[in-house]
């Protein structure tokens, strides 16, 4: 079979530096608030913390070669911040950027692309303590990081990614509590840390076009809320569109309250409206720095929410199907999931979309014939990606696509309770292991896409009948 992905499309895998890295205090590097809050009494499952994590920080020579072995054209990797910046401003830590640098030497000799996200998730404690996302000084401190980074890794670095799912960072860690920082806060103080964070993101794009040694390609990867309409009919297409351009008053999961600002330059209508006495201060102006131009549109999608129009034409989300398929994460398996996601971002904002992150979490394990058999994982991963071909066949300007994730790893406030990798680690030996899904993965980055088309394979054992 022939591919629809372009020619020049990028196939990756993602990972972030405190979910694999380890090494948490070595060699001058800094507390993050994931280090934090990981040592926290009940924080996270079964008291696991990403101290040691993959050894990724120790390791990265061997991770290169797996990575080689996939077939990767791509690695999204992330930056410790208090790794580089052991305070988050100030000192810079030579042994902590050196480790970086020598990382995207390796993966170029591999012949692995790099593409650098400046922000996922390690906050440094020390500006933390200072106020963190809600001191207004907070945009700057991560400007002045931005431009460390830039200077020392742009002569070989022309893939940026700004901020990593303000959803979850903001949200989940300033509203929920659930994730670092750890904080409750009311909804204003929320609303005015993710404003600050955009903030961030505006001024550190200025800070890459102006300081890049390489002509830079500049994005930011949000969460991407999908909702999916069960039919092609217009109305429970225009029901699903309703629901993905919704803000409610109760949360910040939403696309448009963090898609609009940066990319259309203010905070949608109906945000503001959903929002109303909760509304954080912001000057007009801001939007001034928030809005920059974006070379792509990363988004995160995981799984959607099946949505159909009732009676009123008003939307109704359709309740999954009892004992439907699911990942261990309990996240419905949603197949339209990448077509409707991109689909509905590249028609708002009118960009090149890149799948940031996209896979599934299974309890997977070594066989006893030394192998890792993640059949689901594959037939997951075939599902979604045949969606987002068909997107591209229907004229959507996608540009890459990034597996999460390239091995397992600390899977934040859920420990190592999950496995997303397409590499296995056995986290007591560090022994790496290629499952199913990396080879599956090596052929399908080799034919474009083609191998897609194949005729999954199935067992020819006729299945025993109980009665």
């Known amino acids: 079979m022939s591919s ?13 530096s405190y979910q694999i890295e380890g090494a948490w205090k070595a060699d001058g590097k800094g507390e993050s608030v994931w280090d934090m809050l990981s040592h926290q009494k009940s924080k996270v499952w079964d008291g696991h913390t990403g101290d040691t994590a993959c050894d990724h920080y120790n390791r990265y020579k061997d991770d290169v070669r797996l990575m080689t072995q996939v077939g990767l054209q791509a690695y999204r990797l992330s930056i410790s911040w208090p790794r580089v910046m052991p305070d988050g401003t100030g000192k810079i830590n030579e042994a902590g950027l050196a480790f970086y640098d020598n990382l995207i030497d390796e993966l170029l000799a591999a012949d692995i692309q790099p593409w650098v996200t400046l922000f996922h998730w390690d906050y440094p404690t020390e500006l933390f303590n200072r106020g963190g996302w809600l001191n207004p000084d907070s945009p700057q401190w ?12 742009s002569d070989r670095v022309s893939h940026w990614i700004t901020l990593n799912e303000p959803q979850c960072f903001i949200g989940l860690g300033h509203s929920d509590g659930k994730h670092a920082p750890g904080l409750q806060l009311g909804l204003r ?11 961030a993101h505006g001024i550190a794009v200025q800070t890459i076009r102006a300081r890049a040694k390489t002509a830079p390609q500049i994005g930011w990867a949000p969460v991407g809320c999908v909702n999916y309409p069960t039919s092609d009919k217009p109305e429970d ?11 409610w008053a109760d949360n910040c999961w939403n696309n448009r309250w963090w898609g609009d600002a940066p990319i259309l330059g203010h905070y949608p209508e109906q945000g503001l ?8 201060h912001f000057k007009d102006s801001d939007f001034d720095i928030i809005q920059q131009p974006l070379d792509f549109y ?13 009676p009123d034409g008003k939307p109704i989300l359709v ?18 999931a990448l077509y409707w996601g991109t689909k509905y971002l590249s028609d708002r904002y009118k960009l090149p979309v890149v799948i940031t992150e996209n896979g599934l979490t299974m309890p997977d394990w070594v066989s006893l014939d030394g192998r890792v058999h993640d059949t689901h994982r594959i037939d997951f991963l075939q599902r979604y990606l045949l969606g987002l071909e068909r997107a591209i066949k229907d004229g959507v300007d996608v540009r890459g696509y990034f597996q999460w994730s390239i091995m397992d790893n600390f899977e934040w406030a859920e420990g190592y309770k999950h496995r997303f990798g397409l590499i296995h680690i056995d986290y007591e030996t560090q022994v790496r292991t290629l499952k199913d899904s990396a080879y599956w993965y090596r052929d399908v980055i080799q034919s474009n896409g083609a191998t897609l088309h194949d005729t999954p394979v199935v067992s020819t054992t006729p299945p025993l009948a109980y009665t």
Not at 4 to 16: D, E, H, K, L, Q
Not at 142 to 153: E, G, M, S
């Open 4 to 16: 629809s992905f372009p020619t020049n499309f990028t196939w990756g895998a993602a990972a972030a």
């Open 142 to 153: 991560f400007a002045d990081y931005t431009a460390v980074i830039v200077d020392r890794l």
């Open 189 to 199: 103080e929320v609303l005015k840390a993710g404003h600050n964070s955009l903030i």
């Open 237 to 247: 297409i225009a029901a699903a569109y309703a629901v993905m351009d919704g803000v």
């Open 273 to 280: 409206q959903a929002y109303g006495k909760n509304l954080p």
């Open 298 to 310: 990363g988004c995160n999608i995981y799984h959607g929410k099946a949505t159909k129009a009732g």
């Open 319 to 336: 309740e999954k199907d009892v004992g439907g398929p699911h990942t261990h994460f309990l996240w419905e398996r949603s197949d339209d």
